[in-house]
């Protein structure tokens, strides 16, 4: 499939595997640094995770300005400023992260006071206003596989004192460099690992199947769920194995290329809602609401999820499915790895075991409706048509 | 080598400039007027805080217009300089806003293909987008709109009906124009 037109852009580079985490002091003095603000949270602190990073940056004459381990779980307007006080107060000249999502959001929300100088947050707001700025050099390292965060142009920032989420978007918020070493994601739970493996799922499936999917945001996205349906399980069930690790690192990292580019859809808009309303932790959304979502899409989105059995299922499956039975095929798929992750992780396969009641569905689908992922949705929807999902899902 | 090169605009441009001012006089009018006769953008207008100003814009330096909500009623400012607006859609040139602006292009399909750019939250955003649709339905035959609407259009009130008020508004404006 070959769009009218589209735009694609990976800025991040990328290092991947043994002993990656090393080779941050020698990127950091390529981009003329040699001062880093460190940003993670206490848990991690605590997990030792942050322990080899400082010790990489310790052997790799980097001099640690500044180390900011006060992230709280949602990112937030005032933990942002205090991070970019910080960088200014101690003179670094870098950010490195280490952590899931919210840490690196707060980072890049930190990269955008520091390079524009706002004074308020909320008057960035909005899609591609970043454009064109010099940009603190920033080096990601996750600690989930599932967020794709270390290279994407979004983030979001709760501002706790206005009660408003802040989304940013723009592909300057692309972190320089993303770290993927195996050491950061052995210690997760099954569950999280499950939870959060079925989140970089998400991202391949709706990336490959919205309304700007083009050929370069496909090419990740099928390569992301080829190690999902492998590596997963893996992960799953021998957390300690390097090998699934680092696929599921790449999983997440290469699903994140595909949809920062070519963005998600209904599952997001819905999931973002679930979180904001219920309180349901995102990947625990995502796993979900994914085949529900799915289905609902069948009708306009049937052809791509017919090609994505392929990689859902292998080979083999797919060349005994007819081909008019691929697309319900690949909704089946994600189904019973779902139910696999239910069994062998506890992983949630309905709204209401992750406490979402059904008092909550009409905010939970009004949220959703006013969400910038439902745009993308190759299918239309209403507030109605979410309602309905919803229900589906409890 | 032939240094300091300057290309004039082409023969197009002013034309695309013309129409793009033309339709988004049109538009933000459009948008006032079905405040007034659609339930669906009132309802929408309704959950927008009270000051709030939207701006449509072509970069760099081309027509926009302008709608302001205040007393609790939409009005049309128009291409003149509103200040800083809620939020700000800006295309990124006069080629990307025409097909939109023509009907050959829906609005999300500027978004979905990076042709504009938001400025402001993303949910108001949205509720314009919505806004935007219902107009459409009432401004274009219904052969453009199966394309670019996400849904067959639904009108509460004719086309002529639409465009008799989009009129009396642009005729009330005038005058108040004139009497200021």
Known sequence: MIPAYYEFANTA??????RAIENIPYELRNLRCSRALVITNSQLRGLGLVDVV??????GAIEVGALYDDVPVDSSVTVVNEVARAFGDNRCDSIVAVGGGSVLDTAKGARIVLSTGAADLMDLRGSDRLVGRFMTPFVAVPTTA????????AAVIKDTERHVKMAFASLDLVPDVAVLDPRMTMGLPPRLTGSTGMDALTHAVEAFSCRQANPLSDAYARAAIDLVRVYLPMAVLEGRDMRARLAMANAALLAGVSFSNSMVGIVHAMGHACGGVAGVPHGDAMAVLLPHGMAFNLDCAGERYGELLLHLAGAEAYAATPASERPAAAVTAVRELLSWL?????????????GVTAGQLPDIAKAAIDDGSIVFNTRDADVHDILRILEGAM | MQRDVRVGPGALRGAKQLLSTVVFWVLGRGLVTCARLDSRVRSEVTSWPDGTTVTLAIAPRGPRTTVRKRGGALEAL????????TLLVTFKNVDAAVP????????????????????GDVALGLSLVRCLHVVEGYLFPDIMNRRILPRPAMREAGHLRAYVGLLRRSASLSEKGAAS
């Open chain 1, 13 to 18: 580079k990328v290092l991947s595997g043994d």
């Open chain 1, 54 to 59: 400082l010790s990489a940056l310790a052997d």
């Open chain 1, 146 to 153: 599932g967020t794709g965060s270390e290279v994407t142009g």
């Open chain 1, 342 to 354: 239910h069994e062998n992780a506890g992983q949630p396969v309905t709204l209401s075991e992750c």
């Open chain 2, 78 to 85: 128009g291409g003149a300089d509103p200040g800083p607006s």
């Open chain 2, 100 to 119: 939109v602006l023509i009907g050959l292009k829906s609005v999300t399909g500027a978004f979905v293909e990076h042709r504009a750019t938001l400025a």
